[in-house]
């Protein structure tokens, strides 16, 4: 069942708690804070649910309809549609929502084309997973997650002497019922607008915190959830004109508290196992199928960022300038990179697990590991061109609404190629871009999403053919012929 984005608004007006400092915000969809991103959202679902797109962002299954990236593909062909479906969806948010409902589910997915994995650590697991995935796909739910310990990846063996008193979340209690937990995990990105939140950790945990290891779903209204939201950047936009992107897109981030919050048995997936807690991700494609979309999206966002770059460098008047086209023509190529990369992917296919069709993991790590190595650069890149422009405009667009000031705006802060209204916009998104709170958020947002750089790129480590490669320099090693030894 697709839903529309009128019954996604109502869902989110089911009592969650959600925190902006010690204001408790009542509902989430009439906040100013959070107001237009959960129209945004609605968008979205308006957007999958339109009839005319079926075919786009769909597939049918035993009679039922569910959204693409739900599906479990067999083929190129599937892992082809479902990229697509994302890309279009990436594409509504220009890429700056990074845990769209697009994301988590495909972490789901992927343990969907696995479950064995957490029967055997405890039958029933497996079921209680895909259980899960049908209900999750049966109601088009948003999922958000968060599998970060408060205190990140800090283990005894880095910290030898330090006396563990971070409050992650733990299972307290377990009954017949199922566990209670307590505690609070680092960041729940997109929590604020979500159904449901995954919680599990995508690091391992030792042995002697295996009561952290808990990974299960649970309602973001259930009693004794909290969430506390980082500063949201759309208070600071009263006109879109300002900041357009934190206007529409913040997609939020905030601390998951669980105060005593009971999860049943039926939404859990894995106990006290510390280890596995984070290798069912990377023994299923779970990892994979979800950081596909975030390779996807980031396209989506250099797409973007590219097109800002060249708008204004016209506006400037500096866009014929050879020096200039070079810079233009180095972002051009990095966009087609990630493009490449991208669609590499599913020419690369990996037929994994049994019967299933998987992205090419190792590409998929790869660009996952060249996107959080660029970011910064293609920001710079961009902040580079602009020049003091984004400082020259008014603080506000409001100056149309003044008939003293309205005049003087639109004839001095024209220029030869833009009229004032059209430059105020655009060099106030390219501040979105590189300078305002909102580019700052997503600095750290592409360097950390999914784990620091020594998690990304153990990442390739892990999956590299390393006995290929040895293979390559042994047989050329093999070859060389020593004085002496080899004319005997
Ligand atoms: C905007 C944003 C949104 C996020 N959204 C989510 C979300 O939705 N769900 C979720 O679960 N998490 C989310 N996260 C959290 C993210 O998973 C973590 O930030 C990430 O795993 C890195 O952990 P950390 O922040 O503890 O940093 P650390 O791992 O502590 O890294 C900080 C720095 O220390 C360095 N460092 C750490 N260990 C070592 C070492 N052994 N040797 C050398 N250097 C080291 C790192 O390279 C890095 O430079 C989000 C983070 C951000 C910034």
């Known amino acids: 069942m697709l839903v529309s984005g009128q019954k996604k608004l109502e869902r989110m007006r089911d009592g969650r708690t959600v925190y902006i400092g010690a204001e408790r915000v009542d509902d989430v969809t009439a906040h100013p804070a959070f107001r237009e991103g959960a129209r945004t959202v609605a968008g979205l679902y308006d957007l999958k649910a339109d009839p005319a797109k079926q075919d786009l962002f769909s597939f049918e299954e035993d009679g039922d309809r569910y959204s693409l990236y739900w599906l479990r593909c067999r083929s190129r062909d599937d892992l082809l549609r479902r990229m697509r479906a994302m890309k279009a969806i990436a594409d509504v948010t220009y890429g700056f929502v990074g845990r769209s409902p697009d994301q988590v589910s495909g972490l789901v997915t992927g343990l969907a084309m696995n479950p064995g994995q957490l029967e055997r650590l405890r039958p029933g697991f497996g079921r209680n997973l895909l259980n899960y995935y049908d209900y999750a796909r049966k109601n088009d739910l948003y999922l958000s997650f968060a599998v970060t310990p408060a205190s990140g990846r800090k283990s005894a063996d880095l910290f030898p002497n330090q006396q563990r008193e971070d409050p992650n979340l733990r299972v307290v209690a377990e009954d017949d019922a199922g566990v209670t937990v307590s505690g609070m995990k680092m960041m729940a990105t997109s929590a604020v607008y979500a159904d449901e939140i995954l919680i599990g950790n995508l690091t391992p945990i030792e042995d002697a915190y295996k009561s952290e290891a808990i990974t299960a779903a649970l309602p973001l209204n259930a009693p004794g959830v909290s969430l506390w939201s980082r500063q949201p950047y759309a208070l600071a936009a009263r006109h879109e004109a300002d900041y357009p992107l ?233 070859r060389i012929a020593i004085p002496g030894l080899s004319e005997k």
Request: aromatic fraction near 12%; charged fraction near 25%.
């Open 246 to 478: 934190s206007f529409r897109f913040d997609e939020t981030d905030s601390v998951l508290v669980c105060d005593r919050v009971k999860i049943p048995w039926e939404r859990v997936f894995l106990h006290n196992e510390g280890a596995m807690s984070r290798r069912i991700y990377i023994e299923s494609p779970a990892n994979c199928y979800q950081n596909h979309q975030s390779n996807i999206r980031f396209w989506s966002k250099l797409g973007l960022i590219v097109g800002v770059a060249s708008r204004v460098c016209q506006a400037n008047g500096t866009d014929k300038i050879p020096a200039v086209r070079e810079v233009l023509g180095r972002m051009a190529a990095w966009e087609a990179t990630i493009g490449g990369l991208v669609q590499g992917q599913i020419e690369a296919w990996e037929n994994w697990p049994d019967g299933y069709a998987t992205p090419n993991r190792r590409i998929m790590y790869a660009a996952l590991n060249w996107c959080q190595e660029h970011h910064t650069e293609i920001i710079d890149t961009l902040r580079t061109l602009l020049g003091a422009y984004p400082m020259v405009m008014p603080a506000s667009i409001d100056v149309m609404q003044d008939d003293a000031l309205r005049g003087r705006f639109e004839s001095w802060w024209k220029t030869a190629s833009i009229e004032a209204v059209d430059r105020h916009k655009l060099y106030k998104l390219a501040w979105d871009l590189v300078g305002s709170e909102f580019a700052g958020r997503h600095m750290l947002y592409e360097k950390f999403y999914a784990g620091n750089s020594l998690i990304v790129r153990n990442q390739s480590d892990r999956e590299a053919p390393w006995q290929h490669f040895h293979d390559t320099v042994d047989g050329l090693l093999a």
